[in-house]
């Protein structure tokens, strides 16, 4: 029993609903750009931890050449999909079109699963940031800050893309400001070797290889959730590529080159911990620098909060558009055009996680990431077999070898970030990945349940 809506094979023309919808006011590329580098990065903050368990020297080689693994590749993957599928979901519509239901249920399954962990991480963070200048905002008290955040930013989010652009650009530049300001202040102070150690000292190079590697895809990952979008932007098929031209070497700046600077200008690399970023400016640049880099951090998550509910509730709206979530979930805004329910819902799930760690939110998310990462850079290959037809007005380059490249070079990636991965992440992080087998024959089976009911005679 099929219990899909639309042909599993769909093209650029085939994701409109039949009911035509409240109009949406498209995003321009300038602000498509900042929602992409706000949902991709944002900040540097979140590496720190990198700097002590990998060392300092490998810490910096990785966000020189995890991007040649991870996030280009996977790029050039999204850019050639979003030119010849331009279509609401993305990612999900194109494993969907190109492996059919089953595995299109599992990369929108996943990716809606993954952003519970990254909603609610970032509405405990952008609250953790909040008592360093509030320390009383504990309990109860930092809930309420987390779940304030989540509905003003789900509400910024049912005003459409346009108000989502606005303030992720506006939030992106007053993060950048102070990032400026530390590496310029910071190299005037170089005196030290910032690749030295290449590792700590009597640790196991597999633990330190792979622990820094999973944080550095965790880092550079996202780059194609953004297709989900594809529709509420102007001109998708020249828009998106060049985002991505302009994002990625951003995106590896913004890693590299402060953490880079601040090595060099303090040497002390045993220090670093989460938030570390904050007391490297202090040091550097004096009080003012850290307080305007700890508001920086704040407005980080802040922004990341924004950018992912706009990428992530596209994925319930579209999966219920196709018939595998309730039909509510793709109901659109009368006014604002945007699938409304979809987001209040989505928040609700980021509000209820909000009670718990950044560290227990995020163990997981990885898996479900590579899962989806994985089924995407596949979709390339299968949709260039099944359909050479389609335009694609950006090729990955290199032919066959650069579709090769895309291709393993990510799996390889995968194979050891999943490996090398922590105990309880072993543990723990196929359950939610598992999970979606599971929802998708409940759901055949209760859309069988129904049709069957319809069908018996009164």
Not at 300 to 310: E, G, K, P, R, W
Not at 387 to 416: D, H, K, Q, T
């Amino acid at each position: 029993m099929c219990i899909q809506t639309r042909p599993a094979n769909i093209s650029a023309n085939t994701s409109k609903p039949s009911a035509t919808p409240a109009p949406t006011r498209k995003a321009a590329l300038l602000p498509f750009v900042f929602v992409m580098y706000a949902y991709a990065t944002g900040g540097p903050f979140g590496l720190e931890d990198q700097v002590t368990t990998s060392g300092p020297g490998l810490t910096l080689l990785y966000h020189l050449f995890i991007p040649f693994f991870w996030c280009i590749p996977v790029s050039l993957v999204a850019a050639e999909l979003t030119t010849a599928m331009p279509v609401e979901g993305g990612c999900y519509r194109w494993v969907r079109g190109a492996f059919g239901d089953f595995w299109g249920f599992q990369a929108g399954w996943w990716n809606w699963s993954a952003s519970f962990l990254l909603g609610g991480a970032y509405g405990v963070l952008i609250a953790d940031y909040l008592t360093f200048f509030f320390p009383g905002l504990v309990d109860w008290k930092h809930y309420a800050i987390a779940v304030t955040m989540i509905a003003v930013i789900g509400y910024i989010n049912v005003r459409g893309i346009h108000m989502v652009g606005a303030v992720a650009t506006t939030l992106e530049i007053l993060i950048l400001l102070p990032i400026v300001a530390l590496c310029v202040i910071a190299a005037t102070k170089w005196h030290s070797n910032p690749f030295s150690p290449l590792v700590p000292p009597h640790v196991p190079p597999f633990q330190v290889f792979g622990v820094g590697l999973a944080l550095g895809l965790w880092l550079y990952s996202g780059y194609e959730q953004v297709s989900s979008v594809a529709e509420e932007v102007e001109n998708p098929q020249r828009s998106y590529p060049i985002a991505l031209a302009v994002v990625i070497p951003l995106s590896i700046a913004t890693y590299f080159l402060p953490t880079m600077f601040s090595l060099a200008a303090l040497g002390n690399w045993q220090k670093w911990h989460t938030g570390y970023f904050s007391d490297a400016a202090q040091l550097v640049g004096g009080p003012w620098l850290g307080v305007a880099m700890t508001i920086a951090a704040m407005i980080t998550n802040l922004s990341l909060l924004n950018a992912t509910v706009l990428t992530c509730t596209r994925m319930p709206f579209t999966m219920a558009e196709d018939g595998y979530l309730p039909p509510a979930l793709a109901a659109r805004h009368p006014r604002y055009g945007t699938p409304w329910i979809a987001i209040i819902v989505s928040s609700i799930i980021y509000a209820l996680l909000a009670q718990k760690t950044m560290v227990q939110l995020l163990t997981v998310y990885m898996w479900l990431r590579i899962g989806v990462t994985i089924l995407t850079v596949l979709s390339s290959w299968q949709l260039r077999r099944m359909r050479p037809e389609l335009p694609r007005p950006f090729r990955i380059p290199w032919g066959r070898a650069g579709l090769l490249y895309v291709i393993a070079a990510p799996l390889l990636m995968s194979a050891v970030a999943l490996v090398a991965s922590d105990p309880f992440a072993r543990k723990w992080g196929p359950v939610p990945v598992l999970l979606g087998p599971v929802m998708y024959f409940v759901i055949r089976k209760l859309q069988a349940g129904k049709i069957g009911a319809v069908q018996q005679p009164t």
